[in-house]
């Protein structure tokens, strides 16, 4: 669909569906458990259900909100059913109507009071860096004291990065050399508190191409977790501060596929709000994916010889939301002597999908597990991904297994390139990627 496109309600949507079982292969609780209920066909199925009038039952909620919302199914499918806009829709009805057992209500408020909230999640960084570096954390995981009381809490303090101090970025990064131009850049919530390193090799290596890149200080949280979770609403007011906030600039780079592919989204988002629906069709426009954007841009700073080998993970949101698929592989090629592996069934969700591993944290380990025996398979020392859930997710699959791999995003690969840092930067003890 395009911003031109006129909205479709859901029965419309529903009727693309000829049945034919096509997305079956490459949707990951299908995958896991084998229930045509919890496929794409088979939520279609009951969505079509609830058109007919059927009563939104627990155990319909319970399929609903077993969906990673990954879009495999999106890509799959042949007759170009749009799954994204049926689970959007349907959703926001689950959280209207479903009600939730007081724990997991608690659960969900806890969790969208905290994460799209930059200040909340500062106030949390210290504290638990303080925790990182005492021996409590081995103690604590050893225990089960927190699996006991809440497997999602246990879930939380498993996937939360090492972390390092957090430098604040300024508001604006000079271009190195002759300008090309002038972007906007998203820092985002999770990435700025718990990945500040991504979002400094981001800004460097813009500057170092020819940007001049602006980042504004009033920028908020883009409403992703908001939207992927039903929470319209509120996302909506997410996105109105977002678009406010890179109004002047005629580009935005985003370097988390979650955040750029809802930004993307926008244009849907406030398509009924006669206020907002042309600004927001703007900013959905002027939005692009670092790897995207850069890929666009074309080389022009000297690429370093970084002898590395690296496994490069699809993000659902940028691969199956955005399509961008070529393009990071295309700038990780660029980098003389560095070597990119596949990973195997690169369609399947690594199970983090926005808040999923937090409601979802066995389903979510289930397929973080075999993300990184995917990744392990293919020997290489550094695995690269787009998207801060992605990260932490596969990083504790990782750690869980064992196994001994560092995972960076595509710009400090590249920062680490352009500077000539070597692959010390990258892979090894003394490696800076984790913050
Ligand atoms: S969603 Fe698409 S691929 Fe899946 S059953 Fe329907 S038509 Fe077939
Ligand atoms: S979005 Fe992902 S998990 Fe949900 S039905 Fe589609 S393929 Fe399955």
Not at 69 to 91: K, N
Not at 394 to 417: E, K, M, Y
Request: charged share 25%; with cysteine.
């Amino acid at each position: 669909m395009t911003a031109a496109d006129p909205p479709r309600d859901r029965p419309s949507l529903l009727g693309d569906c000829v049945h034919c079982g096509f997305c079956l292969p490459t949707c990951p609780t299908y995958v896991l458990w084998g229930e045509e209920m919890d496929s794409p066909r088979g939520r279609i199925h009951l969505m079509a259900q609830r058109e007919e009038g059927a009563p939104l039952s627990p155990e319909m909620a319970g399929h609903f909100d077993a969906c990673l919302g990954c879009m495999a199914c999106v890509t799959a499918c042949p007759s170009g059913v749009q799954y994204d806009r049926l689970i959007e829709m349907t959703r926001a009805e689950v959280e209207a109507e479903h009600p939730r057992p007081l724990r997991e209500k608690l659960l969900r408020e806890a969790v969208f009071r905290l994460f799209p909230y930059r200040r909340r999640l500062r106030a949390v960084r210290g504290p638990l860096r303080l925790y990182q570096r005492s021996g409590l954390p081995a103690l604590v995981r050893r225990s089960g004291v927190l699996e006991r009381i809440s497997p999602s809490l246990a879930a939380m303090e498993r996937l939360a990065p090492p972390l390092g101090p957090a430098p604040r970025l300024p508001e604006r990064v000079a271009a190195r050399g002759t300008r090309r131009a002038t972007v906007g850049m998203l820092t985002g919530c999770v990435q700025g508190e718990f990945f500040p390193g991504v979002n400094a090799a981001t800004a460097r290596v813009l500057a170092l191409e020819g940007c001049d890149v602006v980042i504004p200080r009033d920028q908020g949280c883009c409403g992703a977790l908001s939207l992927h979770s039903g929470r319209a609403e509120e996302a909506a007011a997410f996105a109105r501060a977002t678009i406010a906030a890179f109004e002047a600039v005629d580009v935005v780079v985003v370097n988390s596929a979650g955040c750029g592919s809802s930004m993307k989204d926008y244009a849907d988002v406030l398509a009924d709000d006669p206020a907002w629906a042309r600004r927001a069709a703007a900013l959905s426009a002027k939005t692009r994916d670092f790897a995207e954007f850069v890929d666009e841009l074309g080389p022009r700073a000297e690429r370093h010889p970084l002898p590395v080998t690296v496994a490069y993970h699809d993000a659902c949101h940028l691969s199956h939301a955005q399509k961008i698929r070529s393009q990071p592989r295309r700038l990780l090629a660029g980098i003389p002597e560095l070597a990119v592996r596949e990973i195997a069934d690169p369609d399947v969700c690594c199970g983090s999908a926005g808040t999923y591993n937090l409601f979802q944290p066995e389903a979510a380990a289930r397929l973080g597990d075999r993300k990184a025996g995917s990744v392990r398979a293919t020997d290489a020392e550094l695995l690269v991904a787009a998207n801060p859930g992605c990260s932490m997710q596969i990083a504790t699959a990782l750690r869980r297994q064992g196994a001994d791999i560092a995972v960076a995003h595509t710009a400090q690969v590249l920062d680490a390139s352009l500077r000539g840092l070597g692959r010390g930067a990258l892979v090894g003890s003394d490696s800076s990627t984790d913050n």
